[in-house]
């Protein structure tokens, strides 16, 4: 049996491991789907359009293009699926001169059916060159479940992350062509990830790891605005967004001479979230036709490592190399009549992981959007949008080496897997002009 010392050893060893799943909590699930109006056009008025309250969160700036009080309130249903093939998945056993086949199944379609992507939004004339607006949305999330018995189960099993965002703003107009505009990001977010942990006998049960946090973090967002004749252009940027999550670190189900590792600990782990700039032009090409562009930074290299810190334990640092990605979108609008607008659009969205730190926790890869949708003005007060887009998600191959436990207790669990899947979004919001 290891003695009592050796406890702080496992808890670090452990926590290295559990790296494998922290991508989680920074990856590619950064929601771009922030306004059903927008996702009908695959996100191409970005920060230029200045056609609708959502405008807040894209660039506070162009609120000044909207006058009266105008609010907007919807929600997005985000249909993902994904699939995992097991590619020879194996670990390694103390004593056993060759890796073990790790047993179970594909793990199903981890995530949930349909996950909802709410969004409110309002802006207010306060005068001819004042405005003011405020945002709520959920900028980022994830939440999929795969089967207990899962092939990749050392990876990850669960995961629930939210964030929720309120963003008040002002605009100021400048000239009659030119406006700024910015706001005040408050965040929250709330993170639940569990993975199943190697018993030294591959026979032997598994054992589990659960770790929970929270945070509520500041950040700041400042866009300017400038519109001639049938031209608008944009461009926002949006700070980095560093939280401090702290919670609960446990660990069950450890037998035999890793018991020390079963612990009940308090947790804290540092979280960057990225720069994103914007960049958006938007053309009247004739008084019913308008074609639209944008462009987007991530400053996903912020995220370089996660530090897993066990209260009274030893901290543990992993690199995951995180790299800068980037979206382009283009688009257009035809107004069929003053009832009717229909519009289209395409986005190709660089995913920031890096090939060699992918992880089953976040099955992503490079996207490809094709949307459509359609503003109906039921009155003059009152507009309803509705939208579909269909997200092509392209394929990735996870060789994924993940160590557990100081020697000579130490198991290696190699998760090997093709990944694949893509996704549906029905959306719609309901705007209203006083």
Known sequence: MFRARHRAMFIFAIAGGTLTSAPALAGGFYLQEQSPLETGRALSGGAAAADDPSTV???????????????????IALMPTALQTNRGTTRSAPG????????????GNPFHKVIPVPSFYATAQVNDRLWAGIGVNAPFGLKLD?????????????????????QPSLAFRITDNLSIGGGIDAQYVKVKLTNALPN???SAPDGLLSVTGDDLSFGWNLGAFYTSGGTNFGVHYRSRMKHSLGGRYV??????????????LPVSAPLTLPDIVTVSLTRSLTPRLRAMLTARWYNWSVFREINIQPEGAAASVKELHYRDSYSMSVGGEYDVSDRLTLRAGTMFDRTPTNPQYLTTRVPDGDRVWLSGGATFNLSDAFA????????????????????????????????????SGNADQFAASLTARF
């Open 384 to 419: 309803l949008n509705v939208s579909y887009a269909h997200n092509f998600v392209g394929k990735a191959n996870i060789i994924r080496p993940d160590e557990y436990y100081p020697a000579p207790a130490t198991v290696v669990a190699t998760t090997r897997s093709l990944t």
């Open 96 to 107: 056993l001169p060759v890796q073990v086949p790790v047993s179970g199944g594909s793990g």
């Open 146 to 166: 795969y089967d207990p018995d899962f092939f990749g189960r050392y990876d990850s099993l669960h995961t629930d992350l939210k964030t929720y965002n309120i």
């Open 57 to 75: 969160y894209f660039n506070p700036a162009a609120m000044t293009a909207l006058p009266g009080i105008q609010i907007s309130t919807g929600a």
């Open 200 to 202: 030294l006998s591959p």
């Open 251 to 264: 660990v069950t189900g450890l037998l035999g001479p890793i018991a020390a590792g079963n612990v009940d």
